[in-house]
């Protein structure tokens, strides 16, 4: 997996979000969207390269290809086209891949650049004003499908359970959660009864199924939900799953949440493996 | 270890090239080795020897003492180290430098930062014309590098430059920016006739009103982001450059004789 960072600033936070929310809005899954993306967190005007408020995204693709066009085409429908937003190189790497770079044809030969302290600028010509771009950015091999399921007596109890780890997994850095609000609801497995699908739903955790499929589920579960986690490395990932599951349990016993899980995909799908015991004991797996 | 230092001991009738005498070049050679060198000078060459008292032992800081502006070249092609002059110098001042930094605390004259590719080249007093231009006959100036000028330029300032910056505290003359294909000139004082003439790209900034011929084009006053970037930029070099920040400009755009795509900011209260 690849990944790179993108850093969004505009006029306020309100735009910065606007472009961002734009730039990693379908970019769930790999498989259908092409990327998983996300906003990595918030920055001051005193953070960012050009002095304004932003935020900052992470965006991850299964290879160097998809993960070039995607920033590309993303870059051109959400962060162009959105009022006084401007966008600059998150991370460095040896690997630069073009973020403003292609971009810089829209300007029609007006298009101007700078090199400025060793980094290439594009300012292209647009209606509102300019629009400033750093002309690359860093690629850097990352780590996609950390994930752990909350097991709950309730769905609002397991969904308010995902939504307190997620407030706490968002103060980690380097890491995003792309599903909606950073949770899944429809957690999937390897393989389906349909020739045409490899992944279909993870019907061990699906509750209305406890009586008719080899169920993971005890009796007094009604709902699972799950949170994955993409990151530049793997500590990114198994600190942010610590968090995430600290927080839940520090929800107590009154919470409705009953166990926290994993999909294993019998240790077979990718080369990691995030062991939730030892993540929990503060070491790798 | 002190500074490798060259005191001039005689008063000079014609102009000696100094190119051989930069850090790069003198690396590993012995006080000796060194006054054995040949300077081109008329049609009699000179020692090294001849010319300059040496002193000192350090070759990656050159010291230039008693100096005139007899002396040319200094700096040329270097790659590495630093050369302070402390008093005026020739023309082609940092030829071709690739990096390193050389300080001259005079005046120097013609084509200083000729060709130059990147280092640092700083000029406490005025410089002549062409600075960051190319040698004559070639289609591309200044390729890279930062030259800041504390007193005035002559005409013909960027003429041809292709990249890098040259900040000017002081007042250019005539043609600043001529054929400038691109980088950034910045000039606090004022510029003289034909600002920017045939200019294709690149940005001027100015803090005073230029005199503008008719292809240059008022564009409007508008707020420009990347002048944030650029100012902060400016913060790890001794200039009043440093103290820019208001990023509302006037804007001209031209040389539209020539199709130019580049641009004057003027600098002010807009």
Redesign the interface.
Known sequence: MRGTRVIITAQNHKWAYHAANAMTGFATSVIGCGVEAGIEREMTADETPDGRPGVSILMFAMGSKVLMQQLETRMGQCILTCPTAAAFSGIESEDMISLGKHLRYFGDGFQTSKLIAGKRYWRIPVMDGEFLTEETTGMVRAIGGGNFLILATSQPAALAAAETAIEAMKKVANVIMPFPGGVVRSGSKVGSKYKTMFASSNDAFCPTLKGVTKSELSPDIESVMEIVIDGLTFDDIATSMKVGIEAICALGENSGVKRISAGNYGGKLGPHLFKLHDILKGGAA | MNALTFTLKTALQQSINCSSLTPDNLSGKSISDIGAIKLVTGKNGLLVCDVFEISGSDTQHLVFKNTSSKLNYIGANMTTGMITIEGNAGAYLGFGMKNGEIHCKGDTAAFSACGMRGGLLKIDGNTGDFLGAGSEGLRKGMLGGTVIVKGNAGDRTGDQMR?GLILIEGNAGDYCGSRMI???IGVLGNTGAYTAFNMH?G?LLLKNQPQLHVSMHDCGT?????L???F??FSKYNTEFSKLSSQRVQRFVGDTAYNG?G?ILVLGKH
């Open positions: 990249r691109a980088g950034t790209r940005t508008h707020t420009l982001p990347f944030n970037l650029l902060k930029s795509n641009e």
